[in-house]
């Protein structure tokens, strides 16, 4: 196992970026409602893409290499370099929407490339190397080989966008290579990761048996085609081609949801002490459920008549982007948004958590007895849950999401700030809780 300190720095960079999110959506909900491609919605985009989701996976995959994956992910100075290094182009980023900087948010959009593509040099050999009974399979492998490459191009992407609106780079219309950027990050890096892990870890937390076989290896290409497509598609503003990968993508997606169906049809004996009922395994199938609502709002959109027609700029509510649909349109879209990133992804990831750290902070609680025999702590990964923080943040979360997408939706100022607060209060009680296991074995 590494030392606390790599994942750690990912996981509290992750816990304060999500929070400071929130904030800027409880203490300042009108400059979240409208259109969604301005500066103040594109920092809290960003402060859960880049903060919350990307940083959480990296420093899970420290943990889920050696324990799920049977890889060796050893850390040494260098890795708590790039946790920092990662850090700090995490806020640059942010600072550079605040400042309406696009230097800035191209140069550290950079520095983030670098640090996820150390974390996947150092993971992906090792992980191609397993062989075993106990070995990931090859369609599991295959899901992080392509998360990976998806995150190289669509962080590639990112910064040319961000340097495009100061050297007019690119060709075609701005919100069109957003669009594109955008999607290829949320299905083609946060979406299949999540895939990845879970064909691993669901078993583990449901519990279940695993899945495998050329099915994982199917789903993963049709999936990938998909997001291939619809990425190219968005950038060329290719109507037909758009629709194809979106279809494409959803047909991925529900050969993902049949992968979990068959998970809860083979059960396993549950782990002795889990309490009951498991709100972590509910929370992580509920965002699974907020997946499906996501992809059928973006099918419904995308096959709406009109939606690549220019947009009629007239004084309304709604900001009118240069392309894309009625204002019903665009205020799905915020749903679309809300479901995905934060009903599905930021859930998934919160979920998870709930049953990660704790495990975390046991396995590196051993100490050394006087016979050189490893001594685990006195409390189980299970008795390290604080479980009136984790019940408080799953009605918190239960409850913010839709009424986050409601007040979007509607525009509705004093809703949209309850929900911001609900959020924030629901991450803060999680990461009061994580504290308490850590501080408990340290």
């Keep these: 196992m590494p030392s606390r300190y790599v994942p750690l720095v990912y996981f509290a960079a992750a816990h304060l970026s999500l929070l400071a999110a929130f904030a800027v959506i409880a203490l300042a909900p009108r ?6 491609y301005t500066p103040r919605m594109l920092l809290v985009v960003h402060l859960v893409t ?52 696009s230097w800035g948010v191209g140069l550290s959009g950079l520095i983030v490339l670098l640090c996820v593509g150390w974390v996947g040099r150092k993971l992906l050999p090792s992980l191609l190397a397993t062989s075993g009974q106990a070995a990931p399979a090859p369609g599991v492998k295959l899901h992080f080989v392509l998360a990976f490459a998806n995150f190289g191009l669509a962080a590639a992407t990112g910064a040319l966008i961000a340097f495009d609106r100061v050297l007019d780079l690119l060709p075609g219309y701005r919100l069109a290579h957003v669009t ?10 946060a979406t299949m990761m999540v895939m990845a892990a879970g064909y691993r870890l669901l078993p583990m937390f449901l519990p279940s048996q695993m899945p495998s076989g050329a099915r994982l290896i199917a789903s993963g290409l049709i999936y990938e085609t998909g997001v291939i497509v619809l990425f190219v598609s968005l950038l060329a503003q290719a109507e037909a081609w758009t629709r194809a990968g979106a279809v494409l993508t959803v047909l991925g997606i529900a050969a993902f949801f049949a992968h979990v169906a068959w998970m809860k049809r083979h059960p396993r004996t549950p782990a002795r002490g889990l309490p009951r009922p498991d709100l972590g ?11 499906g609502v996501s992809a059928g709002l973006g099918l419904y ?9 220019p947009v009629v700029f007239e004084p309304r509510a709604f900001h009118p982007a240069p392309r894309g649909g009625t204002e019903a349109t665009l205020r799905l879209t915020m749903i679309y948004g809300v479901t995905g990133l934060l009903g599905f992804l930021a859930q998934m990831i919160a979920g998870i958590s709930t049953r990660l ?12 007895g006087p016979d050189g025999v490893r001594v685990p702590p006195e409390k189980t990964p299970h008795e390290l849950v604080h479980r009136p923080a984790q019940v408080a943040s799953f009605v918190l979360w239960v409850a913010g999401v839709p009424a986050l997408a409601a007040g979007l939706y509607l525009e509705h100022v004093a809703l949209t700030s309850a929900a911001g607060t609900g959020l924030f209060l629901a991450v803060a009680a999680a990461a009061a809780g994580h504290y308490v296991a850590f501080r408990s074995t340290r």
Excluded: C, K, N
Excluded at 180 to 189: N, P
Excluded at 301 to 309: L, S
């Design 357 to 368: 750290l704790p495990i975390f902070a046991w396995m590196t609680a051993f100490t050394t």
């Design 180 to 189: 594109a950027h955008a999607h290829l990050a949320f299905l083609g890096w």
């Design 281 to 291: 395994a509910v929370q992580a199938l509920l965002a699974i459920g907020y997946l």
């Design 50 to 101: 880049v903060g919350w989701i990307t940083s959480s996976i990296l420093g899970a995959l420290y943990l889920i290499g050696p324990m799920a994956l049977r890889t060796a992910m050893p850390t040494d100075e260098t890795d708590r370099r790039i946790a920092s290094l990662y850090v700090i182009g995490g806020a640059g980023i942010v600072l550079g929407f605040l400042a309406q900087a």
């Design 31 to 36: 400059s979240v409602l409208g259109f969604y």
């Design 301 to 309: 959109v995308v096959f709406e008549p009109g939606v690549f027609e």
